[in-house]
């Protein structure tokens, strides 16, 4: 059942965020979790535009459909959107395939989102992470202090009581602030459901081409793809629980394409939604180390 | 039925079992994914404490360090849910250097978890649990007398501890206990009732926690909103954002506006997609008014029958978090719902000692420690008594300087109604008062250390000024400290109320249309900034006295360096204290490097 309380404590983050910063913006990544993140915000605001533009860091790799949708959200929101890509990364063509999903992710996710938040000079930034979602979050404030160079450091947070939160920053410092922080995927769902937000259709089952790498089936979304001598990508019906670069996230089989189908699966689904997602797992502690580093 | 998830928060030691029942929980609701379970047990063969077997508690330890030694370092947070319900649950640490931590997860709970282990019963770290339950306002614990398995599930063990529990209950004022056996490791009443306890009779831990009642008392009562933030996207539209903390409201419905008291009624009530019948306690809402009313961030908008209180002095209970001490007298910032204001602690009524409750004297409180304190804010704010409404009754204190939080506290009463005091408006003014002097009222605060040479410019500035007509006063460290300032010593304390006694006495000089000229060694930034807040912007003038330690050792007017560096003098500013050099005075003077006359010179241009 959906819980209109988690709605409004998030309203409430977003105004308390925006009041106590200079330079805020939202981080924008097109998938689920934005797109409710986005909602919250022009709720929050309304009848006005939500005070601060949106960013998306584009490492080149998201699927055809997420670019698409950005722009119809944009348009719709009447918001302004920043793009912004590692240009010293892409021009010494870091990719997922040659360098590793791990290397990958801190040049073209990590420098160029702290390469973004330094050249604008935001000082406020809001992200759609859930707590939820992986063990580090669940021990992440709403309110979350970075240093100066935009570091983590989970031993060394605020304390974070009530509905208090503390937006003081020395110049230099930031503050990453997650209004879903406690959100779970089945909110998120419901959240969609009843408030018809739109979504990227790869959500939605649909035949796919496919090919299978590491236990998951990867979507092959575009030439640039390496297929093995000889290979060739299979149709599938499959769906993605999160959006990421299209290399770097697995699909699910599954006949789900409605709405109605994606929540039922989820509320019974079996295994966690960042399995599908290669870069939470390249490394021991993996989510920890790219959050004290700067990651999202 | 309401759909608002329960929160609730478990406090037991590392070896109580609470990591280990958070993750049975988690998994016997089967909120634990397929993965999860398989790097759980992969984990658990590297860290686990199990020797091998599935090990719960890493389910929750999330932090490296954590899983390193095996301890919970932070609050975690961890959702779950059931058919019936949905649940957080705020897994923090037991030991007492995590007060704070505790106090964080049970800010936000609607229940607690109180493990026990059935071999030990209730020792001194249950009952610190649950007087900060208490003191945070949790009115609902569930006694979870754990480890059943290793007494035998024997019901008189049970019995005893749960006795013994009700008492401490009772002393502290929690008016609801459920006791449950239980043992976490093996899944006895964690799901269903156990076999193991046929004596029991209740209902196992996660039915329990289905069927608990959440009351919203606060939801009939009279209509309270804190304004967040004010929408106004253009000259047409002109609304008040905010989430109601107590009761419901309406269009038409009257509103007062706190502190200013104007009345006014609700034109709309917003949200998407357009006008409203009505919103309740809870809701994050946008009003408009059908007057022009003045209304900005850190009001409180309420119902005017039953307005709430507006006052400047509270007795509130407050929990230290910082690493550095509450100074007495030292101003913080204080934030109460979305209002945020300069606040002082006047004096610590006592510390209250956490594992026992008993009061001691305190002249300071340190990281973890909890005490009843007197604040005194520099602007009135309306607020609700905690026990009445947590969101209207707390407040975080934050250093002035770092940004930290450094403390949280619960508003217990007013200790005067500032709605009763009305500042004497002034027809003569401190510019008209100045004016008449035919000058203007400055403070000059000379800083810098003994000896640096604070009074000798000090007294040639005060010289010429006179000579060109200026009504001056000066106020010397040595000279206060004979008559006003007698009772004070050089503890950090006392140098914090000799400053701010200095910079009153100061403000009221000025303010009678005076310059004053202060020489004082006032060696922390923090008070500086104090004093300056007392004063209009660019009436106060910091002149740093820059001249090196060794100098200010060599000349060593009055001796007293020789006598720090023998040990007959303590707290010595640039011996044994320290000395915070201003970060952007109006004047740094090398004294050492250039003469005195030029320095005046100096000085002289800045006030002209």
Request: glycine residues 8%; contains cysteine.
């Given at each position: 059942m959906l819980d209109r309380g988690l709605e409004s404590e998030s309203i409430e983050i977003i105004r308390e965020a925006v009041a106590g910063a200079a330079k805020p913006v939202m981080l924008y990544s097109i998938g689920k979790d934005s797109s409710v993140m986005l909602h919250l915000a022009r709720k929050a605001f309304y009848p006005a535009p939500p005070p601060f533009p949106l960013l998306h860091v584009d490492t080149?790799?998201?699927?055809k459909e997420m670019y698409a949708h950005r722009a119809r959200m944009v348009a719709e929101s009447g918001m302004t959107l920043l793009t912004h890509t590692n240009q010293e990364g892409l021009a010494a063509g870091v990719n997922p395939f040659t360098h590793g999903s791990s290397y990958y992710t801190d040049v073209m996710k990590t420098e160029a989102l702290k390469q973004a938040l330094d050249l604008h000079g935001f000082d406020v930034v809001f992200g759609g992470a859930?707590?939820?979602?992986?063990k580090s979050r669940a021990k992440e404030r709403i309110f979350s202090f970075r240093s100066k160079g935009h570091r983590w450091d989970p031993k060394k947070q605020r304390p974070e009581l009530?509905?208090?939160?503390?937006?003081h920053i020395q110049p230099g410092e930031t503050l990453r602030v997650f209004p879903?922080?406690?959100?779970?995927e089945a909110d998120i769902w419901e959240y969609i459901r009843a408030e018809e937000i739109p979504i990227v259709p790869l959500y939605l089952a649909k035949a796919r081409p496919v090919v299978r790498r590491g236990g998951a089936w990867i979507m092959v979304?575009?030439?640039r793809y390496p297929l093995e001598p000889g290979e060739s990508p299979e149709v599938r019906r499959v769906r993605f629980r999160t959006l990421g670069c299209y290399p770097l996230t697995g699909a699910v089989e599954s006949g789900a394409d409605t709405l109605d189908s994606v929540i039922a699966e989820t509320l019974g689904a079996?295994?966690?939604?960042?399995?599908?997602?290669?870069?939470?797992?390249?490394?021991?502690g993996s989510m920890e180390k790219k959050k004290q580093e700067g990651y999202f | 039925m309401t759909t608002r998830p329960l929160r609730f928060i478990t406090c037991g030691?590392?070896?109580?079992?609470k990591s280990t029942l958070i993750g049975r929980m988690l998994h016997e609701s089967k909120c634990v994914f397929e993965d999860q379970m398989e790097s759980l047990a992969k984990d658990s063969r590297q860290f686990g404490t199990q020797s091998g077997k599935v090990d719960f508690a890493l389910l929750v330890d999330g932090l490296q360090a954590e899983r390193e030694q095996g301890i919970t370092i932070d609050v975690a947070y961890r959702f779950f849910s059931t058919p019936k319900r949905k649940f957080i649950v705020a897994d923090t640490p037991g030991?007492?250097?995590?007060t704070r931590n505790m106090a964080t997860g049970a800010s936000t709970a609607d229940l607690a978890i109180l493990l026990v282990d059935a071999r030990k019963g209730i020792l001194t770290q249950t009952r610190r649990h649950a007087r900060i339950v208490a003191m945070m306002g949790i009115r609902k614990v569930v006694l979870a007398i754990n480890k059943m398995d290793l007494v035998g599930y024997e019901e008189a063990t049970f019995r005893r501890i749960t006795s013994e529990f009700e008492e401490v209950a009772a002393g502290l004022g929690i008016p609801s206990v459920m006791a449950i056996p239980l043992s976490a490791l093996e899944g006895d009443n964690v799901v269903a009732p156990s076999g193991?306890?046929?004596?029991?009779?209740g209902l196992g831990l996660l039915g329990l926690l289905e069927g608990v009642a959440l009351e919203e008392?606060?939801?009939?009562a009279p209509f309270r909103m804190p304004v967040q933030w004010i929408n106004r996207p253009n000259a047409e539209f002109r609304g008040a954002c905010g989430r109601i903390a107590q009761g419901r409201i309406r269009p038409k419905d009257p509103v007062r506006i706190l502190p200013s008291g104007v009345e006014t009624r609700v034109k709309e009530v917003l949200a998407w997609g357009g006008p409203q019948g009505g919103a309740e306690i809870g809701d994050s809402i946008t009003l408009t008014f059908e007057d022009e009313v003045d209304v900005s961030r850190g009001d409180l908008l309420t119902s005017p029958e039953d307005a709430p209180q507006v006052a400047d002095q509270f007795e509130a209970n407050l929990i230290w978090m910082s690493e550095h001490p509450l100074v007495a007298g030292r101003p913080y910032l204080l934030k109460l719902h979305a209002k945020e204001v300069t606040a002082t602690?006047?004096?610590?009524?006592h510390a209250v000692?956490?594992?026992?409750g008993a009061h001691g004297a305190a002249r300071s409180l340190g990281l973890n420690e909890i005490g009843v304190v007197n604040l005194s804010l520099n602007q009135p704010v309306p607020f609700e008594p905690y026990a009445t409404n947590r969101t209207l009754g707390s407040f975080i204190l934050v250093d002035k300087?770092?940004?930290?939080?450094v403390g949280a506290g619960m508003i217990?009463?007013?200790?005067?109604?500032?709605?009763?005091i009305h500042w004497q408006?002034?027809?003569?003014?401190r510019a008209a008062r100045a004016r008449l002097m035919g000058q203007k009222a400055t403070c000059v605060w000379f800083t810098g250390l003994?000896?640096?040479?604070k009074s000798t410019l000090a007294n040639l500035l005060d010289k010429r000024l006179h000579t060109e007509g200026k009504h001056t006063y000066i106020l010397d460290g040595d000279n206060v400290r004979h008559g006003l300032?007698?009772?004070?010593?050089?503890t950090e304390a006392d140098r914090v109320e000799n400053i701010r006694r200095v910079a009153e006495v100061a403000k009221l000089m000025s303010d009678a249309g005076l310059i004053v000229l202060v020489a004082f060694i006032s060696p922390f930034r923090s008070e500086r900034r104090m004093a300056r807040d007392l004063?209009?912007?660019?009436d106060f003038i910091e002149v740093f006295v820059d001249t090196p330690l060794e100098e200010c050792e060599r000349r060593d007017v009055k001796g007293l360096y020789a006598k720090a560096r023998r040990g007959e003098?303590?707290?010595?500013t640039g011996i044994d204290s320290a000395y915070e050099p201003p970060e952007h005075p109006e004047l740094h003077l090398r004294a050492g490097e250039s003469s005195l006359d030029s320095c005046v010179e100096a000085i002289l241009k800045h006030l002209s």
């Amino acid at each position: 059942m959906l819980d209109r309380g988690l709605e409004s404590e998030s309203i409430e983050i977003i105004r308390e965020a925006v009041a106590g910063a200079a330079k805020p913006v939202m981080l924008y990544s097109i998938g689920k979790d934005s797109s409710v993140m986005l909602h919250l915000a022009r709720k929050a605001f309304y009848p006005a535009p939500p005070p601060f533009p949106l960013l998306h860091v584009d490492t080149t790799w998201k699927f055809k459909e997420m670019y698409a949708h950005r722009a119809r959200m944009v348009a719709e929101s009447g918001m302004t959107l920043l793009t912004h890509t590692n240009q010293e990364g892409l021009a010494a063509g870091v990719n997922p395939f040659t360098h590793g999903s791990s290397y990958y992710t801190d040049v073209m996710k990590t420098e160029a989102l702290k390469q973004a938040l330094d050249l604008h000079g935001f000082d406020v930034v809001f992200g759609g992470a859930r707590r939820d979602e992986e063990k580090s979050r669940a021990k992440e404030r709403i309110f979350s202090f970075r240093s100066k160079g935009h570091r983590w450091d989970p031993k060394k947070q605020r304390p974070e009581l009530w509905n208090l939160y503390n937006t003081h920053i020395q110049p230099g410092e930031t503050l990453r602030v997650f209004p879903l922080s406690n959100w779970t995927e089945a909110d998120i769902w419901e959240y969609i459901r009843a408030e018809e937000i739109p979504i990227v259709p790869l959500y939605l089952a649909k035949a796919r081409p496919v090919v299978r790498r590491g236990g998951a089936w990867i979507m092959v979304d575009d030439e640039r793809y390496p297929l093995e001598p000889g290979e060739s990508p299979e149709v599938r019906r499959v769906r993605f629980r999160t959006l990421g670069c299209y290399p770097l996230t697995g699909a699910v089989e599954s006949g789900a394409d409605t709405l109605d189908s994606v929540i039922a699966e989820t509320l019974g689904a079996r295994n966690s939604e960042r399995q599908g997602r290669l870069i939470d797992s390249d490394q021991p502690g993996s989510m920890e180390k790219k959050k004290q580093e700067g990651y999202f | 039925m309401t759909t608002r998830p329960l929160r609730f928060i478990t406090c037991g030691s590392v070896d109580d079992g609470k990591s280990t029942l958070i993750g049975r929980m988690l998994h016997e609701s089967k909120c634990v994914f397929e993965d999860q379970m398989e790097s759980l047990a992969k984990d658990s063969r590297q860290f686990g404490t199990q020797s091998g077997k599935v090990d719960f508690a890493l389910l929750v330890d999330g932090l490296q360090a954590e899983r390193e030694q095996g301890i919970t370092i932070d609050v975690a947070y961890r959702f779950f849910s059931t058919p019936k319900r949905k649940f957080i649950v705020a897994d923090t640490p037991g030991h007492e250097q995590y007060t704070r931590n505790m106090a964080t997860g049970a800010s936000t709970a609607d229940l607690a978890i109180l493990l026990v282990d059935a071999r030990k019963g209730i020792l001194t770290q249950t009952r610190r649990h649950a007087r900060i339950v208490a003191m945070m306002g949790i009115r609902k614990v569930v006694l979870a007398i754990n480890k059943m398995d290793l007494v035998g599930y024997e019901e008189a063990t049970f019995r005893r501890i749960t006795s013994e529990f009700e008492e401490v209950a009772a002393g502290l004022g929690i008016p609801s206990v459920m006791a449950i056996p239980l043992s976490a490791l093996e899944g006895d009443n964690v799901v269903a009732p156990s076999g193991r306890t046929p004596w029991y009779g209740g209902l196992g831990l996660l039915g329990l926690l289905e069927g608990v009642a959440l009351e919203e008392p606060l939801g009939s009562a009279p209509f309270r909103m804190p304004v967040q933030w004010i929408n106004r996207p253009n000259a047409e539209f002109r609304g008040a954002c905010g989430r109601i903390a107590q009761g419901r409201i309406r269009p038409k419905d009257p509103v007062r506006i706190l502190p200013s008291g104007v009345e006014t009624r609700v034109k709309e009530v917003l949200a998407w997609g357009g006008p409203q019948g009505g919103a309740e306690i809870g809701d994050s809402i946008t009003l408009t008014f059908e007057d022009e009313v003045d209304v900005s961030r850190g009001d409180l908008l309420t119902s005017p029958e039953d307005a709430p209180q507006v006052a400047d002095q509270f007795e509130a209970n407050l929990i230290w978090m910082s690493e550095h001490p509450l100074v007495a007298g030292r101003p913080y910032l204080l934030k109460l719902h979305a209002k945020e204001v300069t606040a002082t602690v006047t004096s610590i009524k006592h510390a209250v000692e956490v594992n026992t409750g008993a009061h001691g004297a305190a002249r300071s409180l340190g990281l973890n420690e909890i005490g009843v304190v007197n604040l005194s804010l520099n602007q009135p704010v309306p607020f609700e008594p905690y026990a009445t409404n947590r969101t209207l009754g707390s407040f975080i204190l934050v250093d002035k300087l770092t940004f930290e939080t450094v403390g949280a506290g619960m508003i217990q009463f007013a200790l005067r109604r500032a709605m009763n005091i009305h500042w004497q408006a002034l027809e003569v003014d401190r510019a008209a008062r100045a004016r008449l002097m035919g000058q203007k009222a400055t403070c000059v605060w000379f800083t810098g250390l003994s000896g640096s040479g604070k009074s000798t410019l000090a007294n040639l500035l005060d010289k010429r000024l006179h000579t060109e007509g200026k009504h001056t006063y000066i106020l010397d460290g040595d000279n206060v400290r004979h008559g006003l300032n007698r009772d004070l010593g050089f503890t950090e304390a006392d140098r914090v109320e000799n400053i701010r006694r200095v910079a009153e006495v100061a403000k009221l000089m000025s303010d009678a249309g005076l310059i004053v000229l202060v020489a004082f060694i006032s060696p922390f930034r923090s008070e500086r900034r104090m004093a300056r807040d007392l004063f209009p912007e660019g009436d106060f003038i910091e002149v740093f006295v820059d001249t090196p330690l060794e100098e200010c050792e060599r000349r060593d007017v009055k001796g007293l360096y020789a006598k720090a560096r023998r040990g007959e003098l303590r707290n010595f500013t640039g011996i044994d204290s320290a000395y915070e050099p201003p970060e952007h005075p109006e004047l740094h003077l090398r004294a050492g490097e250039s003469s005195l006359d030029s320095c005046v010179e100096a000085i002289l241009k800045h006030l002209s």
